[in-house]
C-alpha cells in the first residue's frame, strides 16, 4: 500500500513538473533582453518600425477605466492569454503591469520605435444605444490616450462607435486629443459600414485625416455579432468618402459569395490607392497558412503595415518544415511575442517597407 502510495506520488510529482515544464515550454522559455538584436534585426529596421494594431486592455485597475464582460474575463483565451504573459486576472494592478509588460517586450524586441494602442468602444444596437451585454471589453479613449501622453512609445488609437448619439462630437475630442486612427471590428461592435450614420462619420474622419483601421474578414476571436459586417467590399464606403482605410489582418478568414474575403480585398486594392492591409494576427494558428500567400502577392506587398494584435499568441509551431530549422527554432523559443512575430515574419520574407509604412500612411496626425 506504502509502496504503491508512494510511486503514486513520485509519479504525480513527476507529471507534475513535467506539466510545469511543458507549461514554460508553451509560454516559450527564452525572456532575456533581446542580447541577439544586431543578427536578427537588419539594421535599418532597428528601433525603426510602427506596429498600428496593439490592444491595451483590462479590468479597470489603477482607474483605468478598463472592462471585461464576465463570460469573456472567465474564457480560456483570457485565462490562458495573461498566463502567457504571467498576469494573473486577480491582480489589483492588472492593467497597469499589462502596459509594462507591453513596454519592455517592445523595447527588448529591438525592431519596433512605437505602438499604436488601441481604445475599443461597446457594441451598440441598431439604434444608437450601448450594449455591454455583446461587449467582450471596453477600453476606454481617454486611458489611451493618457498613456499615448506619458509614453513616447505609444500613439493613440481611438475607437468610437459611429451610430452613438454623440459619435461626431467624441471624434472632434478624439482628433483634439492627437488620435492617430479610428479603430472598428464591425463584426464585434454591429456597425455595418454602409449604414448612413457612418457616411457622416467618414467625413469627418476626412476632414481631421484620421485613417480607420477597420477588422476585415471573419472574427473567431471574440464575441461576434455578424461575419457579414466584416465583409471587404463594404469597405468601399469610407473609400468613397476619402478615408485612409486599414483593412486588419488583411481580411484573411471567410468567405463571401464564392470568393475568400482575402480575394475580395486584393482585388480592390489596385481601384483604391487609399486602401491599406496590416499584417496583425497573421502569425496566429488560425491564419498562419494565408501569411505567405500574402506577402507573395505584388498587390498586397506594396500596401502592407506591420500591426501584431498584441497581446494575441503569434504561433511559430505551426510553421515547421516551411522555413529553414535555425529560424523556427528561434522564433519557437521566444517567449516576447512581439518578437516572436516579428522572426517569423521576416523568416517568411516580409518586406522592410511594411514595418515603417504606418508612419507614412499615419504621417498627416503623427507629430515629429
Ligand atoms: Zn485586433
Redesign the pocket.
Known amino acids: 500500500m506504502g509502496f504503491t502510495r508512494r510511486k503514486l506520488l513520485i509519479g504525480g510529482g513527476g507529471a507534475l513538473a513535467l506539466g510545469a515544464g511543458a507549461a514554460v515550454l508553451l509560454r516559450g522559455f527564452d525572456d532575456q533582453p533581446e542580447r541577439d538584436i544586431p543578427a536578427h534585426v537588419p539594421p535599418e529596421l532597428r528601433n525603426a518600425a510602427l506596429d498600428v494594431?496593439v490592444?491595451a486592455l483590462g479590468t479597470g485597475t489603477g482607474g483605468s477605466g478598463c472592462w471585461m464582460h464576465e463570460s469573456f474575463r472567465s474564457s480560456i483565451q483570457v485565462r490562458a492569454g495573461l498566463w502567457c504573459y504571467r498576469l494573473r486576472l486577480s491582480q489589483p494592478d492588472l492593467d497597469q503591469a499589462y502596459i509594462e509588460y507591453l513596454r519592455t517586450r517592445m523595447k527588448r524586441a529591438g525592431f519596433l520605435k512605437q505602438a499604436v494602442l488601441l481604445a475599443m468602444d461597446y457594441s451598440h444596437t441598431a439604434a444608437g444605444q450601448r450594449s455591454a451585454a455583446h461587449t467582450p471589453f471596453f477600453t476606454p479613449n481617454d486611458y489611451v490616450a493618457r498613456l499615448a501622453r506619458d509614453y513616447a512609445e505609444f500613439l493613440f488609437g481611438a475607437s468610437i462607435h459611429p451610430y452613438r448619439p454623440d459619435a461626431l462630437d467624441e471624434l472632434d475630442r478624439v482628433a483634439a486629443m492627437g488620435a492617430v486612427l479610428v479603430k472598428w471590428i464591425p463584426n464585434v461592435q454591429a456597425i455595418d459600414l454602409r449604414d448612413s450614420r457612418c457616411r457622416a462619420f467618414y467625413g469627418k474622419l476626412a476632414v481631421h485625416k484620421i485613417a480607420l483601421l477597420s477588422?476585415a474578414g471573419d472574427e473567431q476571436a471574440t464575441f461576434v455579432a455578424g461575419q457579414e459586417y466584416g465583409d471587404p467590399r463594404r469597405l468601399v464606403a469610407p473609400l468613397e468618402e476619402g478615408v485612409t482605410v486599414i483593412a486588419?489582418h488583411a481580411a484573411s478568414l471567410g468567405q463571401r459569395d464564392g470568393k475568400s474575403n482575402l480575394q475580395w480585398l486584393t482585388e480592390m486594392i489596385s481601384r483604391w490607392p487609399n486602401l491599406y492591409v496590416d499584417t496583425?494576427?497573421l502569425t496566429l494558428v488560425t491564419r498562419g497558412r494565408t501569411l505567405r500567400p500574402i506577402i507573395e502577392d505584388s498587390a498586397l506587398r506594396a500596401r502592407l503595415i506591420h500591426g501584431s494584435?498584441f497581446p494575441?499568441p503569434p504561433a511559430a509551431t505551426m510553421y515547421f518544415g516551411s522555413m529553414p530549422l535555425s529560424a523556427w527554432w528561434d522564433s519557437w523559443k521566444r517567449e516576447n511575442p512581439l518578437m516572436r512575430d516579428f522572426l517569423l515574419k521576416q523568416a517568411l520574407g516580409m518586406p522592410a517597407d511594411a514595418y515603417t509604412r504606418g508612419y507614412k500612411v499615419l504621417a498627416p496626425r503623427i507629430r515629429q
Do not use: P
Request: proline share 0%; no cysteine; net charge negative.
Open positions: 494594431h490592444h477588422h486588419a496583425s494576427a494584435d494575441l
